[in-house]
Structures are given as structure tokens and as C-alpha cells.
């Protein structure tokens, strides 16, 4: 890695005897100069490149900066790291790291986004994420530099395409130290072949997908509709909701966004999100276990959510496993969630079908495949893939599948966890959880 210095100022001296004690303290004053700090890098630009830079506003929330990170982490030709900034605060990052082609893992040192000042010289445009002091400790100041306009659209279009073309998504989570953000690798595409549900249904919600996400946008603009979506999915947990969203999100061919609430959440964060959302737009945004929203900011959340232009261009799914806490004034007013659809257990079809899907007919016949999905009813998807997967490991170890068995066991363990009754021992109940 180049370790040119851009020479914003020198290591602050030490003045002997300055502090109570009477130890040695460093003198700060002027290190963390914003107005020499940009003098500086467009001094060295300048010089670089033999033309004026000048100073972009940043307006779109942090995109642009997650595509710095992967571009520098991905080892990206285009962008070049062209110097440090302050000797006095670090340069490089190490992580560890899995080579998705490879498989191979290990740690890996990479210049950091902070204190550096990453170029795109195709583009004539500049990057340097800059330390400054804060109350809390160093902080950062984020400036973008461009010879021209042009260079600069040029890039963000280019910027945007590969972050497209990336399968990694977005993920707000609400920290104590306020909202952060970060880009993960998309876990393995899932079709709407591996959707199991009520076909109407399943129709319906592609159906919106579809339309929202076609390119002339030709359903909102001959019938009036604002390019907005909101859907809320409800229902038992392990019936494929997460399935789902994961689904829309492979559909969608468009940038995904997770955002994940916690007690943390409040109006300031929820600002946030769909100020990046509206800037990623047209795009997903999902929502899982909506109902934690801390009731504290729930107002302000379904305000932002009726403001005429918050929500453009984004396709809104939540989720909740508890539909009996969500605020009705969520559902009760359009432009809010247009739709709630409950994703029901399967029925006995879709069993049948599901543990197909998974394999069951390939360790026993068609006859016992269609005997478990008759035995199973109530059954959760997830408690359907837990039995094939519990009929595989019989298959490995004894060489046979007793379904019937594997059925009554599973059976009596989730009527044990719906009493409470997992102990039938007498003497279990002495020793004192009752």
C-alpha cells in the first residue's frame, strides 16, 4: 500500500510539564484542521492531476461510501488508494475474510475508508473519509472532491451499476451509538419455486412485485398510482415468511435494504433509513419482527410513512410473527401498508408437496411421503423440514425410516412445548423451576 503523507501538519509536539501532574501533555491545537485538511488534499490533487478539484455535497445518504468500502475490499482496479491523512491515527484495517471462489479463509490487511484519500482516476474524483475530534472520542468528516459534473454522474452511474450487479444487500441496525450500516453477501438466491403457499396468494404478491419493478412503470402511470408499495406479512413463525422476502428481494433485481429494529430505534434512525431507502429508490425495504418498534417513535414512524415523498420508489415489506401487537393504524389507512396477507400453515397439498421438495421421496415411497403429510397437520414448514431432516439421519445411521415414529416423537415434543410440560419425571418437578 502506498504510505504517502499528504503534509497536513506535523506531529504535534510535546510540551514538557503542562499537564496538573506535572507530565508531559501534547499540544492538539490545529491537528484536526478541517480548512487545512481540505486545502491540503486539493493542493495535492491539483498537483496529481494538473487540473482544479472542488468540493461535492453529499446528499444520498451513505451509498456512495459502502461502494468505497467494497470497491477497496474487493481489491476494485478503478479505485486507488493515493495517500494517508494524519500520521497520528490509523490506516489500515484486518478482517477476516472467506474467498467465496476458494472457500479459503484468513485475515487480510486493507487501507482503511477513514484517514486515507482513495481516487478514481477515470473520473477525476476523490474520496477522503477525515478524522476530526468529537465529544465522544474522533469522529469523521466525509468529503468527495470532482473535476466536473460530468466525471462525477459518470461515476455514481457507474458506482450504482456495479452495487447492482453485487449480490450484497444493505443492513440498518439501530445501535446505542445511533444507526449503522453495512453491506453483506446475499445468502444463496431463493426462486418462487422454493415458495411454499397459497397459490392465490403467492400470485397476488408477484403479481405487485412485478409491475412495481418493471421498468417503463407503465401500471402507475396509466392508472394514477403513486410509486409507492407497502405489504405486511403476518402469521405462526416457520411458514416461510423470511423465505419469502428473500424471494422478493431475488425478484426484484433491484438494491435490497434489511433494516433491523431495536430498543435503539427512534425517530432520528427512522429518518435516516428512508432517506438512504428513497436514495437506493427503486428498491426494497424490509422490515422484519415490525413489531418491536419501540412505542416511544411508533408516531413518528407512521408519519413518515404518510409523507408525500418518503416513500417514493420503495417496495416496503414487513414481517411479524405477532400480528395482535402491531399498531392498527398501521393497516386502517392507505399509503401506509396497502396490504396485510397472512401466511397460513400448509394444508395437506402443500405439505405433500414440500416434502417432496426436500427430498423425503428419495428415502422412503410416494405412498409414505403422502401418509406423513396427512399425519402432520398444524405442521410448520420449518417443522416439515426438520422431519425430513430427522428421517435423513435415520436413513444414515440405520438404514430405514420409520416416519410414523419420527411423526408421534415430533408430535410429543411441540405438545410439550405448548404445555410446559417437558419434565414427566416426578422427582424433575423438586427441584424448584415450578
Known amino acids: 500500500m502506498n504510505r504517502q503523507l499528504i503534509p497536513i501538519t506535523k506531529t504535534p509536539p510535546f510540551i514538557a510539564r503542562s499537564g496538573r501532574n506535572g507530565g508531559d501533555a501534547l499540544d492538539t491545537s490545529g491537528y484536526f484542521n478541517y480548512i487545512a485538511v481540505v486545502q491540503a488534499i486539493v493542493d495535492f490533487l491539483n498537483g496529481r492531476f494538473g487540473t482544479a478539484f472542488r468540493l461535492y455535497d453529499q446528499d444520498d445518504g451513505n451509498e456512495v461510501w459502502n461502494g468505497l468500502e467494497t470497491d477497496v475490499s474487493s481489491g476494485y482496479e478503478g479505485v486507488e488508494h493515493a495517500a494517508s491523512l494524519f ?38 474524483v476523490a474520496m477522503a473519509r477525515v478524522p476530526r475530534l468529537t465529544m465522544h472520542g474522533i469522529g469523521c468528516e466525509n468529503l468527495i472532491f470532482g473535476e466536473n459534473d460530468e466525471g462525477m454522474i459518470r461515476f455514481l452511474e457507474e458506482m450504482r451499476e456495479r452495487q447492482l450487479a453485487d449480490p450484497k444487500v444493505v443492513v440498518f441496525t439501530d445501535t446505542k451509538d445511533g444507526l449503522e450500516q453495512s453491506r453483506e453477501r446475499a445468502a444463496s438466491p431463493v426462486t418462487r419455486s422454493d415458495v411454499f403457499m397459497d397459490e392465490e396468494l403467492k400470485t397476488q404478491i408477484y403479481r405487485s412485485v412485478d409491475e412495481f419493478f418493471s421498468k417503463d412503470r407503465s401500471f402507475f402511470l396509466t392508472y394514477g398510482i403513486p410509486y409507492k408499495r407497502g405489504i405486511l406479512l403476518y402469521g405462526k413463525p416457520g411458514n416461510g415468511k423470511t423465505t419469502l422476502v428473500k424471494s422478493i428481494s431475488t425478484t426484484a433485481s433491484a438494491p435490497i435494504a434489511y433494516w433491523q429494529i431495536t ?137 430405514a425410516v420409520n416416519l410414523e415414529r419420527l411423526v408421534g416423537e415430533m408430535k410429543t415434543d411441540y405438545s410439550k412445548g405448548r404445555s410446559r410440560e417437558w419434565m414427566t419425571d416426578n422427582e424433575a418437578r423438586k427441584l424448584g423451576f415450578l
Request: net charge negative.
Open 263 to 399: 430498543e435503539y430505534t427512534n425517530s432520528g434512525s427512522i429518518q435516516e433509513v428512508f432517506a438512504a431507502a428513497v436514495q437506493m429508490a427503486p428498491m426494497v425495504l424490509v422490515i422484519e419482527d415490525i413489531d418491536s418498534m419501540p412505542a416511544s417513535c411508533r408516531s413518528y414512524f407512521l408519519n413518515t410513512l404518510d409523507g408525500a415523498t418518503s416513500k417514493d420508489g420503495i417496495y416496503l415489506v414487513g414481517t411479524t410473527n405477532y400480528p395482535e401487537k402491531i399498531d392498527p393504524a398501521l393497516m386502517n389507512r392507505a399509503g401506509r401498508f396497502d396490504r396485510a396477507y397472512e401466511v397460513k400453515s400448509p394444508n395437506e397439498t402443500l405439505r405433500r408437496a414440500y416434502l417432496s421438495y426436500k427430498g423425503l421421496n428419495r428415502l422412503v415411497d410416494e405412498e409414505s411421503v403422502s401418509r406423513a403429510a396427512r399425519a402432520t397437520e398444524g405442521f410448520t414448514l420449518a417443522q416439515l423440514s426438520e422431519l425430513y431432516a430427522s428421517a435423513a439421519l435415520q436413513m444414515h445411521y440405520e438404514h
Open 87 to 124: 500520521d497520528l491515527v490509523e490506516t489500515s484495517v484486518f478482517e477476516y475474510t472467506t474467498d467465496p471462489d476458494t472457500k479459503s479463509m484468513g485475515y487480510a490487511i486493507r487501507p482503511a475508508v477513514r484517514n486515507n484519500l482513495f481516487v478514481y482516476p477515470a473520473h477525476r
